[in-house]
């Protein structure tokens, strides 16, 4: 619960500093301000000058441009180096153990400038550096420390713009992979939905005029299907809704079709003239949530291809549970895939999607005897008692 809590308070304070960029400014520059005040409070030595006024008050010129550092993050430099050198050349003040503006600016421009501007700096800072300590010790020590924590912060900086690099690249690449997922879910979600409704609006008419009873169960199975592929559509797109998780939202989190709903799922598509026979065999047992969605979706998409493209009059579902995994198999007694759009497509390459999610594969042809068509899934689920954890 530790662990958990600071890292929502990690998110939580990254939000807030995506939020307010110059809240984040401010209290940067409060705490360099902070720092330039300590040599302020501290005695002198003997014989120096004691510290004024005015020298404080031209020691925070020095810092207050550090509010606008990502703005204008190259103006704010020679804003430092001229509020610095006008510092050291007016008046005795208490001097500073690190030139703690100059790194934050060097430190900014390394993250947020472009490339010519960070060059622009980098030849400043070589012929600055080397100026302010002529102007100070003129020691090679202070020197090559400076030139040391100056390198240091411009590389800090160029770490830290990788870093957000590979942070943006990885949000990226994470919303692809959500687009396509809802965009294969919605695929099959209405894919199938239409074309089950397509042709049961098709044998309507003709069973208006020779089987009225039989008319008004198409007319209630379009009514059906509809109504489950708008139930399915709304909790796939209520995750979307930006005020799901916020009090009183009626967006659902139902959890997507799984074993359970293949039943409804066969009558459905019984109810469009289609004679559907299902088979499980093994050792049936609890599967994984996620697995379960995947064999429902797979199923549902291979009906569909099915209804849209067989021509068939039959089709036979079975799941075979193994030892370790879960076997799919859809065959119709139709024209095969001869002749039709089967081979490809979103559907099929979307089952292979799901199936590979899970470590499993799927596969997809003629019958075993010529006839028909026939998609083979297999996906590997864990022993029963590790699938209820």
Request: charge should be positive.
């Amino acid at each position: 619960m530790g662990t958990r809590g600071q890292g929502r308070g990690r998110e939580r304070g990254r939000a807030l500093a995506t939020a307010h960029p110059l809240l984040v400014d401010i209290g940067v520059a409060l705490l360099v301000q902070g720092a330039m005040t300590m040599p302020f409070l501290v005695p002198r030595a003997p014989g120096l000058p004691p510290a004024t006024w005015a020298a404080y008050g031209l020691s925070t010129l020095t810092v207050l441009p550090l509010v606008w550092r990502r703005r204008a993050p190259v103006a704010v430099l020679f804003a430092v180096l001229a509020t610095s050198a006008l510092y050291r050349l007016t008046v005795d003040g208490p001097g500073q153990p690190l030139p703690y503006t100059g790194l934050i600016v060097t430190y900014t421009v390394a993250a947020l400038a472009s490339p010519r501007k960070r060059l622009l700096t980098g030849l400043v800072l070589l012929a600055a550096v080397p100026v302010g300590v002529w102007l100070n010790t003129r020691s090679a020590r202070e020197l090559t420390f400076s030139l040391f924590v100056f390198a240091s912060a411009y590389g800090f900086g160029r770490l830290t713009d990788a870093r957000q690099r590979a942070h943006r690249v990885e949000a990226e690449q994470a919303a692809a992979r959500e687009r396509a997922r809802i965009a294969r879910e919605m695929h099959d979600v209405l894919s199938h939905a239409v074309s089950l409704m397509i042709v049961q609006a098709e044998a309507g008419p003709v069973a208006v005029r020779v089987a009225p009873d039989r008319a008004v169960a198409a007319f209630d199975a379009i009514s059906a299907t509809g109504r489950d592929a708008m139930t399915q559509l709304r909790n796939m797109l209520g995750v979307l809704r930006d005020d799901a998780d916020e009090p009183g939202s009626a967006a659902p989190r139902e959890p997507q079709p799984g074993l359970a709903a293949l039943p409804g799922l066969l009558d459905r598509v019984r109810g469009g003239g289609l004679d559907v026979t299902y088979q499980a065999v093994g050792d049936l047992r609890p599967v994984p949530e996620g697995a379960g969605a995947t064999v429902f979706r797979v199923v549902q998409e291979a009906l569909t291809n099915t209804l849209k493209h067989a021509d068939a009059r039959s089709v036979h579902v079975r799941l075979h549970y193994g030892a370790d995994e879960l076997g799919v198999v859809v065959i119709d007694d139709g024209k095969g895939p001869r002749g039709t759009s089967r081979r490809g497509g979103h559907g099929l390459a979307g089952m292979r999607e799901r199936a590979a999610a899970h470590g499993g594969s799927a596969t997809a042809g003629p019958g075993a005897d010529g006839r028909g068509f026939e998609v083979r899934v297999r996906i590997p689920v864990p022993e029963a008692a590790e699938a209820g954890r």
